[in-house]
């Protein structure tokens, strides 16, 4: 794959896109992007400061209540989700430059991820016919009822570093659909596709005002959280944040959706064949290099089998090849940034400070001398109890936890403040679908990991509120109305 610097998508970097057009920023304070591989500038964008994200979010409002956008048909703003898919798909490519260097993703990933993303665009375009934005009911007074579910309003999308296109993607686009107008927060770390989806918004005549695109740190994030002109905040991020988020909308009793942190467990049970269970927990946390919330970082496993995994896992980390997101050999990139390497060695540290046995990884490979890179990283005989399975590390580092029996697995996997995701490793499905009912978790798997935003997305307890992905991820951008007639309307009496 060809890798250059000079990104056509990049070229209004300096600038926000506010309104449906590129306008100048409120002072000359920028963002440097460092590349992840090679610690080199990639590229800068402008940094908002209060008065541009007072901008913007007037822009927004101004689109929702004046604009045409939440007066158009579910299907006239299906054919903008649809161009919007189409042009997401043409820059694949460019994400898969801009994605790697960013957060350390392989690019053959970033490249093969755009189009389901465009997909999905695609996916929530096909629900303007098939989704119940209106039911007839009947109500216990009045001769005619309806239940019509109306867009929220402005939305406020503050999205992560990881995996920014596909957060773009589940925020956005039933947003739009539904008829919410959106200002777009991306965050410092990852603006890339934030300007790509610009681009693209200005490509396809989506109206003004309707996304409005900025980069922001903390401080100016919280006043897209706290503006009353902002009907709702949808969020991913860390369970921190979202903790901070909740409390300032809960201030103003605003809407909000947090796709929060997790501490997943495998369940490994006693007939599961732990050479392909090893294969598939190594390989998945080599993905974004571990950065991922519903990663399966605690594997509990009986007493009797858990040297034989640890094993089994050690073997498969062992021969991973970490390197250059572009360089086709690579099978783990780097993190995302200096401050989180140096958060992934503490957790490292901690864990054999309190006692659990690393077994491989746990320090930057020898050969890379530049990049922020670490080795995927095995530890056993692990305590539940234990800061290394209790905190996110939000990094390459599995944590074997041994069990009793079954039951004491399934404690033992509950046994946290998340529930984002969980899988069974089992032979019997009948069993995994048991199990699957006994664990506190958003997603659970079967022998894999396995997560799915074409069906649902989010998590129990302090892994969030709500759900994306899917017809569910339309509910938190509607607001449900109940009408009461003393007869039908003529849509329905032509019926």
Known sequence: MTVTTQLPSLRNSGRFFIG??????????MIEVIDSGTEEPFFQVAEAQAADMDRAVGAARAAFDHGPWPRLSHAERAEYLRAFGDRLRERADEIAEIWPRESGILAPHARGSVPK???????????????????????SAGAFGLLVREPVGVVGAIIPWNSAITMITYKVAPALLAGCTVVLKCSPEAPGEGYVCAEIAREIGLPPGVLNVVTADRAVSELLVTDPRVDKITFTGSTAAGRRIASLCGDRIARCTLELGGKSAAVVL?????????????????????????SLTRVVVTRARHDELVDALAAQFASVIVGSPFDPQSQMGPLAASRHRDRVESHIATGIAEGAQLVVGGKR??????????????????????????????????????????AEAVRIANDTVYGLNASVF??????????????R???????????DFGMAFGGFKQSGIGREGGTEGVLPFLETKSVILDGPPARYRAE
């Open 20 to 29: 449906g057009e590129w306008v100048e920023p409120s002072s000359s304070s």
């Open 117 to 139: 993303s465009a997909n999905a665009w695609n996916f929530y375009a096909d629900l303007a016919t098939s989704y119940a934005f209106e039911d007839v009911v009947k109500p």
């Open 270 to 294: 006693d007939d599961a064949d732990l050479s392909a269970a090893a294969k598939a927990l190594a390989m998945a946390e080599c993905i974004l290099s571990g950065q991922v919330c519903s």
């Open 365 to 406: 490979p020898p050969h890379l001398d530049r990049g922020w890179f670490v080795e995927p990283t095995l530890f056993s005989h692990v305590d539940n109890r234990a800061s290394l399975a209790r905190e996110e590390t939000f990094g390459p580092v599995l944590s074997v936890i041994p069990a009793g029996d079954e």
């Open 426 to 439: 089992t032979a019997d499905v009948d069993r995994a679908r048991a199990v699957a009912g006994e664990l």
């Open 441 to 451: 978790a958003g997603t659970v798997g079967h022998n894999a990991f396995r997560t």
